[in-house]
Every structure is written in C-alpha cells, then in structure tokens.
C-alpha cells in the first residue's frame, strides 16, 4: 500500500520552528514531485511549497518565502518542510502530496498520492 505519512506537527509560539517530515512508504518517490499544502480552519487547501524530484528546484507561496524551506531526501523515500519564524496565520493543518507527471507540484487536485495531514498551530 502506498502511503504518505506527515509528522512533526505541534504547538509552538510565535517566532518559534518546527520541522515537518513526510514519509513514503509503499514504492520509490525518487521521480516524483513533491509539495506541501496547508487548510486554515473555514479555509481553502493552498499551496506552500513544491521540490523536483532531485532537490535542484524549488518554489514557495509568497506568504512563507524567506521563512520556510523545503528539502528531500531520496535515500530516505521523505520530504522535510522547515518553518522558521512562525506566525499565528501559520497554524493549519499540513499536507504532501507527491505527483509523478510534470517537474513541480502546485495543486492538490494534481497529486498522485496525498498524506492525512499533521497539526500546526501557532501561538501569539
């Protein structure tokens, strides 16, 4: 079966990091795409951040530029996420997704495979 599982998820203060990890189990994400997407409560899912499949590119929304960082390691079949600078609009709930057509991911509709979410809230 193939699985995305996310972990790292927590309570944290504002200006505070945290460290989101995205595990593949279930066959290779080596090719794949992969990104991070987030749903605010009485929000819509939106992007946060993609990587290709080797790391040599990547791309964030605008809102975490600077302060939030995506990495991968192929070895380990996981994708990480590294939020520094925390801010309360920063709480949601977290998701990958990894998508095996095109060079990056962008949409949630477009994931091949989809994780169940981990919990990030952020204190003021």
């Known amino acids: 079966q193939v699985r995305l599982v996310e972990s790292g998820g927590g309570l944290v203060q504002a200006g505070g990091s945290l460290r989101l990890s995205c595990a593949a189990s279930?066959?290779?994400?080596?090719?794949?795409?992969m990104g991070w997407f987030r749903q605010a409560p009485g929000k819509e899912r939106e992007f946060v951040a993609t990587i290709n499949w080797n790391g040599g590119t990547t791309d964030y929304a605008g809102s975490v530029t600077g302060r939030f960082s995506i990495s991968r390691d192929n070895a380990k079949n996981t994708v990480y996420l590294q939020m520094n600078s925390l801010k309360p609009e920063d709480t949601a709930v977290y998701y990958c997704a990894a998508r095996f057509t095109g060079n990056l991911i962008y949409y949630w509709d477009a994931a091949s495979y989809r994780g169940q979410g981990t919990q990030v809230t952020v204190s003021s």
């Open positions: 279930g066959r290779t994400f080596n090719g794949a795409a």
